[in-house]
T-cell receptor, first 111, second 114 residues
Framework: AQKVTQAQTEISVVEKEDVTLDCVYE???????LFWYKQPPSGELVFLIR??????QNEISGRYSWNFQKSTSSFNFTITASQVVDSAVYFC????????FGSGTRLQVQP | DAGVIQSPRHEVTEMGQEVTLRCKPI?????LFWYRQTMMRGLELLIY????????DSGMPEDRFSAKMPNASFSTLKIQPSEPRDSAVYFC????????????FGPGTRLTVT
């Protein structure tokens, strides 16, 4: 069975602060994929990033960065210099076709 | 390019009625997924198809739920009879076979059963 844990239910920061969203996963598969999705207040789910289990290189995309560590089964997401538009629920997910989602972290960025 | 299209966006129905949710995947995508999102259970996969064939329906809650994919551009999720506990947001997603495993989600259908 696969499991994704996002222990942080809600985080509140002030604009321009850096914030890290944690994701810890469990799987017995040797090949797997990890994902982050964003769900803004409008409700749609927006794909942010995919990482496969063989690629532990960290990735940066603008203000977003991801830290994948197989040794600790973690795939954390950092937003640098947060903005109000980053306010959303962020989901970490695990799988290949059938995805298992974490419970999500609600990020509120105050102006 | 059009994304995943779902209809209706909102549905309010009375307990016992039949409800049909519709989904059009991204053109060319050969995987289609149905998810349900509730406060209590979060996002959970109900069923997914590959090339119009159901691959895994282990997430379908009970026999009242059924899903079909008659062709590559259309899928339905039917609930008959509906119950108040079926109230949720139902998402459809699609993806492409190969190495791109990311799924692209539709806007969701918010179902309220009274």
């Amino acid at each position: 069975a696969q499991k994704v844990t996002q222990a942080q239910t809600e985080i509140s920061v002030v604009e321009k602060e850096d914030v890290t969203l944690d994701c810890v996963y469990e799987t017995r598969d040797t090949t797997y994929y990890l994902f982050w999705y964003k769900q803004p207040p409008s409700g749609e789910l927006v794909f942010l990033i995919r990482r496969n289990s063989f690629d532990e290189q960290n990735e940066i995309s603008g203000r977003y960065s991801w830290n994948f560590q197989k040794s600790t089964s973690s795939f954390n997401f950092t937003i640098t210099a947060s903005q109000v538009v980053d306010s959303a629920v962020y989901f970490c997910a695990l799988g290949r076709r059938a995805l298992t989602f974490g419970s999500g972290t609600r990020l509120q960025v105050q102006p | 390019d059009a994304g995943v299209i779902q209809s209706p966006r909102h549905e309010v129905t009375e307990m016992g009625q039949e409800v049909t949710l519709r989904c059009k995947p991204i053109s060319g995508h050969d995987y289609l997924f149905w998810y349900r999102q509730t406060m209590m259970r979060g996002l959970e996969l109900l069923i997914y198809f590959n090339n119009n064939v159901p691959i895994d329906d282990s997430g379908m809650p009970e026999d009242r739920f059924s899903a079909k994919m008659p062709n590559a551009s259309f899928s339905t999720l039917k609930i008959q009879p509906s119950e108040p506990r079926d109230s949720a947001v139902y998402f459809c997603a699609s993806s492409l076979s190969g190495v791109s495993y990311e799924q692209y989600f539709g806007p969701g259908t918010r179902l309220t059963v009274t």
